[in-house]
């Protein structure tokens, strides 16, 4: 991967994350249950059994449970296919 094309950008009043120019993912709260979580902008083209739809029609979203270590690996393993779609 490369990390060198990631950037960070405030957009929306929250932390966006670009992949060679483009929107890939975010940093947010989710406002009903209070979790945070990792937006992918393409989040529609993956498909993993922790990403929730709910009503956006492109993003899918991660949440994060605050009271347990970061799962790195699950993380890791759905941002490869992020990465993957933009090939």
């Given at each position: 991967m490369g990390y060198a094309d990631i950037?960070?950008?405030w957009k929306y009043g929250m932390p966006f994350y670009y992949?060679?120019?483009k929107m890939f993912c975010y940093l947010w709260t989710h406002k009903?249950?209070?979790q945070p979580y990792i937006g992918l902008v393409d989040g529609n083209k993956i498909e993993h059994e922790d990403l929730l739809q709910e009503k956006r029609a492109r993003m899918k979203i991660l949440l994060?449970?605050?009271l347990e270590d970061i799962p790195k690996k699950k993380i890791e393993s759905i941002l490869k296919q992020a990465f993957a779609l933009r090939k």
């Open positions: 950037t960070e950008h992949h060679k120019g009903k249950i209070h994060i449970n605050h």
